[in-house]
Each structure stands twice: as structure tokens, then as C-alpha cells.
């Protein structure tokens, strides 16, 4: 079967993917008039920001914390626009207790700031310096992304958006643009520093894919600072899902659709033009040409590339000669809460020293539920565990090779939660492993990739993928373009294609 457009409205946009990115351009498009259609091929909406149910206990994906709903916020400001409270949620703090090898006091990442600085004080003497200078690039670089940027910019209108949003404090962030935390490092002497570049590498990991001697300066400026008040990270009372469904109350509410279980199979083109997508119902198996005058990938840009015909050879260069993206284990425990030492952070790194295949830095990501936060019953709570892994090796030998790498990365990781958690057997109510496949699978990311393209200084601000592609009305919008990976991040890059695209129907 096949539809026809219809004009009654703004005109018709098919959004490829409920991730958190792709439901938000949907909900907000709606919102202001267009007729939308969100089609995604698994179960229950939001991507990497999802949920599964076991046994009573509610296991997040893999986002497992929130930015931007503070006042001013990024999901403030969406939610306000589409007429919904705000989800119920309470502050990270500390936003991570960070536990370097053969240590076993924490750095913790308080939220207060004064509380925060004198932390690092203690932890990283003669730092000081440094981390002013990050202070003074995040405040620079948040307001300047708070008056909505478009970078990078693609046509006059982007580049009005942008020199817009500039004023003068955004200046003080121009002879920094160029520099890697680790350069800023090496101005204020700590290049040294073992323990300090250690801290810096795992953060920045989580959050930009890459360590302190590749990440852009200004990026880790915010990525370590947004966690202090009066911004901060948010832990979600239920689960990561009470988002995405607030998003899809959103698009329904203003008439938008959204269906689960469909596949977009392939992109259609006209004349450099995206016209429309052919869609499959993975129920029936039956595949039919729905068009449409706006076509939003929520989906990586190595995704992307295999969906349109004929990606243009500048392109593909570009995607083809992006440094590889990380994949992730993840391992879901269901514990007694006695498993919980007290006072337990939500949020945990570990680094390791000891030989053995945890992911690619040695390192382990730690949630933990809170007492009655809606993820396990009375009694009970939640520990998510996981680390970046090479995608590669999971995909390579027979099926009883994976088996057994499953199998070691999964006795490894337990055996290192187990130095901090009481893990005995009769501890653990549920055991459940994800890996690259499973997240290909899940959320049908090219070879499970994921987190985005990493942060470098080549792939970030004005040299990173742009939200625009190479056809007319084809969008991108997701972890793959600016300004980033998380919650927070797709959403401003959800936000920058609604109002491309409305500029573009004027």
C-alpha cells in the first residue's frame, strides 16, 4: 500500500527512530503544526534511553542519568513548550564517586560547587588553575549554547543563527578552540600529573568517547561541569523510560503518531531530494512507500549512510574515514539490598589495574537504584554495570566463540563488582549480560556502536556532522551530531532541526 501527502497543516515529516532525539523533533514538530509519523523498529520507544522488565525489577538500557531539567534546561524548555511537567526526578550527588586502581576512597564529583572544589583541591593539589579555566569555558559555553547555535553551519541562515548566539563572553573561548584537555593541561603544568590525567581519562571517556588527549577542551568543559549546581545530573524516579514516554505524550497529544515494531528498510530520493521511506511492518513482513515532505534520521551516521541510495561521495568519505565508534557490555544484576554497601552513590567508575577483559580502558560504569525509586521491588535494588568494548571482536568466530567471550567478560565483571558489592550468590535475584549484539539487535545501531561519534577536535563544534545532510530535506538528528552524546545532547540537536526546518517552510 502507499499514502499520499497531505498539505493540511505545515506538511508531512516521517521521523526514523523514537530515540530520545527523534521524539523530541517529532513532538516538537507536532507541536507547531506538522502532521508526524514516527516509525522504530523495536518493542517500546527510546533507544539506548529504554527500559526492560525482569522479575520485578526495571533495568535502564543504557543511559542511566539526565541533564537539562533545570530551569533553563534544554528538557526544561521542552517540556514547557509542549505543555507537560516535568518528569519526577532528584539530584545525582555526588554525580560520581570515582575510584581510581588500589584506592579505596573515592573522588567524589560533588554537585555544590564549593563542596566540589574543595574536593579536587584535596585530590589533585596545585590543580586549581585548570579547573578555574574550565569553570570560565563552561559558563562561556553554556549561555552561548543556551541562545541555540547552529553548528556546523550549512547555508546563510545557520551561520545568522550562530554569529547570533555569539556575544562577548563567548570570546574568551576562542583561543582555547583548538586545544585537547591534555594541552590545557601541559599550559598549566600538570601534564604530569599521573593521578589527575588518570580522573580525566575516565571521565571524559564516558562522555566523549575519547581520553583527555583527544577530547576538544571545550567540550570537556561542560562535560565536567554540568554536573555541578545550578545545573546538575538528574536520576529519574521509575526509570530512564518515564522520559521517552513524557515525549510520546507530547506527539500524541498534538496528533503525532508513532509506530513501533515498523522498519525503515530505505530512504527515498527524487531529484537530491528526500520524498519519502519505505517502511515494514515486522509483524506482517508487508513493505509499502510512505511519503513525505520532511524525512528526520534518529539513527547513527553510519546507519544513515546505508539507508539513502546514493550518499554523495564527499559524504561517505567523511563517514568512512570517522575513527572507529565504541560498543558496550553491560552486565544488569538484581540484588538483595543488602548487596548495598550504605550510603551508597547512584554513580560509581572503577578502574582496574588488574589484567583481564573489561571494555577498553580497564573500567567499569556503575548504577546503582535507590531505595524505592520504582526499579526493583521492596527490599531489593538494581546495580548496572559497564564498559566501552571494541565492537569488532563480538562479531568475528562462530557463535561458540561469542558464547564464550560473553561468558569471561561476564565472570570477570562480577568478580570486580564483587571487591565493592556483596555479590554472594544468594545475593543476586537476576543476571543479564548485553553486548554489541544485543544492542544491535535492540536498537539496530550499525554493529552495536555506541555514545556517538567521540569528541575530538575534528568531530566537535564546527567540524562535527552536521544535522543537515548532503539531500534536501533529510535531517539527522542524534549522539552522532552536535553538540554531543546523552539525553541532553540529542535533544538541542533535535531542537536545531525543528527550527531548521520551519525556516526552510517559511
Known sequence: MSSKITHSGKGRVIVIGAGIGGLTAGALLARRGYEVTIYDQAILPGGCASTFNRR??????????????EVGGIHHRIFQELDLPLPEATFCDPACAVFLPGETQPINVWRDREKWQQERQRQFPRSEPFWQLLGKLFQASWQFQARDPVLPTR??????????AMRLDTL?????????VTDALKLYGLAGDRRLKTFLDLQLKLYSQVNADETALLYAATALSVSQSPQGLFHLQGSMQVLSDRLVEGLEKYGGKLLMGHSVEKIHTQGGKATGVVVKNNKSGKSWLEKADQVIANTTVQNLVQLWDFPTA?????IDKLPESSGAFVVYLGVE??????NCPPHLQFLYDANGPIGENNSLFVSV?????GRAPTGKRTIIASSFVD?????????????????LYTQTAIARLGEYFKLTPEMIIHQEVATPRTFAKFTARDQGIVGGVGQRLGTFGPFAIATRTPIDNLWLVGDSTHPGEGTAGVSYSALTVVRQIEEQEK
Open 314 to 318: 564527499n559524504f561517505q568519505r567523511r
Open 337 to 342: 539490598e543488602t548487596a548495598i554497601p550504605p
Open 172 to 180: 574568551i573561548t576562542v583561543p582555547f578552540a583548538l586545544m585537547t
Open 56 to 69: 520485578g525489577f526495571t533495568f535502564d538500557v543504557g543511559a542511566t542519568q539526565v541533564a537539562g531539567l
Open 155 to 164: 547555508n546563510v541562515w545557520d551561520l545568522q543563527q550562530l554569529v547570533g
Open 391 to 407: 565492537v569488532k571482536p563480538w562479531w568475528q568466530g562462530t557463535l561458540e566463540d561469542y558464547e564464550k567471550l560473553k561468558q
Open 369 to 373: 537504584s535507590k531505595a524505592d525509586d
